[in-house]
């Protein structure tokens, strides 16, 4: 718990209406350079601001006005969502500002053309968010000073990028396989800049709203203002932030008006004021009046998507992988690029709604993929995707004609950067280990170095000194081998061959038997007595 006792509640609302691209099919290549489904866009649009944001931001306004500074939201709305307003609708731009005016919404900043360039580039990945920072202070007069990354994706390095670049607070997914036994119900930071304030999602309350509101099936249903505020408040005493992120969408779209959706809306702020001690912030002022409890460490990239919560809605399989990997080949050549229709395109080609359709999730995570997806299988999204980047990428040639040598360059340029890369960061590793180390130098005391030796555990640093063994003394032992048996016939027989050598030449039958030139083969002492026998025997009779 904090110092100063506070307990807040942010709710935050995200904006994006995903665009899609014409049917493009590989005849057009090099002939047709306009690739947006107008029609459609605009038609969904439309129909959206009626539904959608048109009643749901009178709603807000309404309560801002109501609760007299008590009632505070924080939208973080697309750069490609305020162009579509623009176009399409600018009354609901106008709403929006309107919510601005009154000091009680909070806009928050991310990557321009809702894209997925934090997990490629720093360099792309500060521009963009630069861009929807002027698009934000253009058209709804206000500058943001909190962040949220694209479909709240976030790890350690790119909440590090976030506090380079000045924001206070960042705003992400309160995963289970992240917080082990922490609870997503406090303020956090960052574990490389302790600076950036992070702010985890509860997807459960937020779910409630966003998904099982409409679901007669659930065990809670119907979920009223007064029944959520007592989910709040059995919360308030092992918790001091409750974070409440969905779809804007949530309210008259996903969930239609005879629903009650928008009853649970103007009864909600004031249910939990009411019943609760949690008082409603926005992420920037939850980071000046709260303290972290601690650091939270990700280094791997997180989202808010499917049960995993990780990056595979939009780079799970080898189709996204491949289509990520020629768009951010081209970046080069963008940056070069002075003509604003083919900036506007590379802008809207990264939107993270292409890949989206290219998922090839099943069961619920399927589901959720299908809705707004124009397309008729991953396959058919892939295909048509690729077919307007190949396009793309022919008017990019024709603009900067690289030759093979400079292409070459780029490639090896590009390889020792990145080795550059990989030696420092094992330079920065051999140090860590070090220091480690240096730091640890362990003493093993004879009775654990028993156990140890158990444990097949090697100490390096004391290693032990071999003692030598005594050798026993071996008795000789005669193997029953053939090697063996010769050499205890030639010992025996050796004094017999003498005796018979002085003799005579001449030997008779039973001589040659028991003669050492062939061999010999004694079973036993017996065997040797016999043969010594009938040896004096012959010489008897010479004589």
Sequence with gaps: ??????????????????????????????????????????????????????PANKILLDLIEKHKGKFKVTFSITGIAINQFRLYAPEVLESFRKLAETGMVEFLAETNSHSLVSLKSRSEFELQ????????????????????NTELIYSDEIGSWVADMGYKAMLTEGAKHILGWKSPNFLYCNAINPRLKV?????????DIAFRFSNKD???????????????????????????FLDYETFGEHNWKES??????????????????????????VADKLQP?????????????????????????????????????????????????????????QSSDHFYYMATKFFSDGAVHAYFNPYESPYDAFMNYMNVLSDFEIRLRRTFPDTAEQDQIYKLGTQVIEKDMLIDKQADEIEKLKRKLAKAKPVVKPASKKLLKEADIIIEWEKPVKKPVKKKEEKPVIKSTKAAKKNVAE?????IKKKTAK???????????????????????????KSTAKSSATVKKKK
């Design 199 to 207: 702010l985890l999602r509860n997807f459960v309350l937020s779910d």
């Design 491 to 495: 010992v025996v027989t050796e004094p």
């Design 293 to 349: 409890v601690s650091a939270i460490n990700i280094q791997n990239p997180i989202s808010w998507a499917d049960e995993e919560r990780d990056i595979t809605a939009w780079l799970g399989n080898e189709l996204q992988a491949a289509a990520m990997e020629k768009l951010y080949s081209l970046s080069r050549k963008v940056n070069k690029c002075e003509d604003d229709q083919l900036k506007k395109d590379w802008e809207y080609l």
């Design 503 to 529: 003799a005579s030449t001449r030997k008779s039958a039973d001589t040659k038997k028991s003669s050492p030139a062939k061999k010999p083969v004694v079973k036993k002492n017996t065997a040797v007595k």
């Design 260 to 285: 009650g959706i928008f009853d649970f809306l103007q009864h909600m702020p004031g249910a939990i004021l009411k019943k609760t001690p949690f008082k409603f912030m926005t992420p920037s002022e």
């Design 218 to 244: 659930w065990i809670a249903w119907p979920l009223t203002a007064d029944k959520y505020a007592g989910w709040i408040n059995k919360l308030a005493p092992s918790s001091e932030l409750l974070n409440i």
């Design 129 to 148: 968010v630069n861009q929807h920072k002027e698009m934000v202070k253009k058209y709804l007069g206000v500058e943001p000073t909190s962040f949220r």
């Design 1 to 54: 718990m904090s110092s100063n006792g506070k307990k807040a509640i942010c709710f935050y609302f995200q904006v994006h209406q995903p665009f899609r691209l014409k049917r493009y099919r590989f005849f057009d290549l090099g002939n047709d350079h306009y690739y947006y489904d107008d029609y459609s866009n605009e038609s969904i649009m439309r129909k959206v601001a009626g539904k959608c944001y048109l």
